[in-house]
């Protein structure tokens, strides 16, 4: 189960980021071919989080969309996993852009700090 190293890393860059402070949240991206189960990077942070700033921190994961260039008609676009096809043109075989992300995007620290 690599989620728990995965998760690990975004602890410690949470952690290098809020600095001395307290961790209330941690936002993170995660793309449908990243790989990564949700589940087991949630199992992951209640695993792992205790002892460190994000304890009892929420975790909001964001799951995106494949991105797709179309190389016939220019377009940019995102499609459910399974579905690759231009909805601008109909061609098939759209070059893959994004949506293999696994990001820290941000945190919450407390207001006093
Ligand atoms: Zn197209």
């Known amino acids: 189960m690599h989620e728990l190293?995965?998760?690990a890393?975004?602890?410690d860059a949470a952690a290098a980021t809020a600095g001395e402070s307290p961790v209330c949240a941690l936002r993170v991206r995660v793309?449908?071919?990243?790989g990564v189960v949700v589940d087991a990077l949630r199992f992951a942070f209640e695993a792992l989080s205790p002892g460190t700033p994000?304890?009892?921190a929420r975790l909001d994961i964001e799951e995106t969309s494949p991105l797709f260039h179309?190389?016939?008609?220019?377009?940019?676009y995102a499609t459910p996993v399974g579905s690759y096809d231009c909805p601008s043109c109909?061609?098939?075989?759209g070059e893959l852009r994004g949506g293999n992300e696994l990001e820290l995007v941000s945190i919450e620290v407390p207001d006093h700090v």
Request: charged share 10%; net charge negative; with cysteine.
């Open 90 to 93: 109909g061609s098939a075989g």
């Open 5 to 7: 190293s995965l998760m």
């Open 70 to 76: 179309c190389p016939r008609c220019g377009a940019d």
């Open 9 to 11: 890393n975004l602890l």
């Open 54 to 56: 994000a304890e009892g």
């Open 31 to 34: 793309g449908p071919l990243s």
